[in-house]
């Protein structure tokens, strides 16, 4: 009898062992089927890849630095051009030699 309930465990054992394989296959497929349905959802969608947008962005950063380096430099150019016109400003302007009415 001790030989009966061993082959029965053992076949239990084996039943057990080949449904354990069988639901890691099954867990495979539909992580499967899922990321395939998900990608083919986005690509409908049109939505960007995280890979683009960092470069988007970084693009961006770059460009809203220069500008500000732009306009900083331009305020500086504009100060030191209101600085030489109020000083032509400031000075007399001298009389061209000329014929003098005291004569």
Do not use: C, H, W, Y
Not at 3 to 26: C, H, K, P, W, Y
Not at 42 to 64: Q, S, T
Not at 67 to 94: G, M
Request: no cysteine.
């Amino acid at each position: 009898m001790t030989q009966t309930s061993n082959r029965i465990f053992d076949e239990m054992a084996r039943l057990m062992n080949d449904a354990a394989g069988v639901a890691t296959g099954v867990r495979r497929e539909v992580d499967t089927l899922f990321r395939t349905q998900a990608e083919r959802i986005l690509r409908d969608l049109d939505v960007v890849p995280r890979e683009e947008f960092e470069a988007v962005k970084d693009m961006a950063r770059l460009a809203r630095e220069e500008n500000d380096a732009l306009r900083a430099r331009i305020e500086a150019l504009e100060a030191q051009f209101a600085a030489k016109t109020s000083e032509k400003a400031e000075k007399p302007a001298k009389k061209p030699p000329g014929p003098s009415a005291e004569v």
